[in-house]
């Protein structure tokens, strides 16, 4: 199981991007959170099997059908396994 921080740059909010990421990384049945930050920028962290996560990091580079994702951070972590579900954070 693997562990990704990640930071979502571009027009990402307002385009429904926390609600698809939550829809998306849920039928992955990964686990985590979603949320938006001050800077304009989305934030998540998802946690899962690797080739699932992965998958969920493509997706993130596209996002929703009205985003326009101009950069992905991502940081790998070390797996803790703390969620039981995906969350969107406010």
């Given at each position: 199981?693997?562990?990704?921080?990640?930071?979502?740059?571009?027009?990402?909010?307002?385009?429904?991007?926390?609600?698809?990421t939550q829809?998306?990384?849920?039928?992955?049945?990964?686990?985590?959170?979603?949320?938006?930050?001050?800077?304009?920028?989305?934030?998540?962290v998802f946690?899962?099997?690797?080739?699932?996560?992965?998958?969920?990091?493509?997706?993130?580079?596209?996002?929703?059908?009205?985003?326009?994702?101009?950069?992905?951070?991502?940081?790998?972590?070390?797996?803790?396994?703390?969620?039981?579900?995906?969350?969107?954070?406010?």
């Amino acid at each position: 199981m693997v562990r990704a921080h990640v930071i979502i740059d571009g027009r990402v909010q307002g385009v429904f991007f926390r609600y698809s990421t939550q829809q998306e990384a849920t039928s992955l049945g990964l686990k985590g959170w979603v949320k938006n930050r001050r800077d304009g920028q989305v934030e998540a962290v998802f946690e899962g099997d690797e080739p699932t996560v992965e998958k969920m990091l493509k997706w993130c580079h596209q996002g929703p059908p009205h985003a326009v994702v101009s950069k992905v951070d991502v940081t790998r972590e070390d797996y803790e396994g703390e969620f039981d579900r995906f969350d969107i954070r406010y």
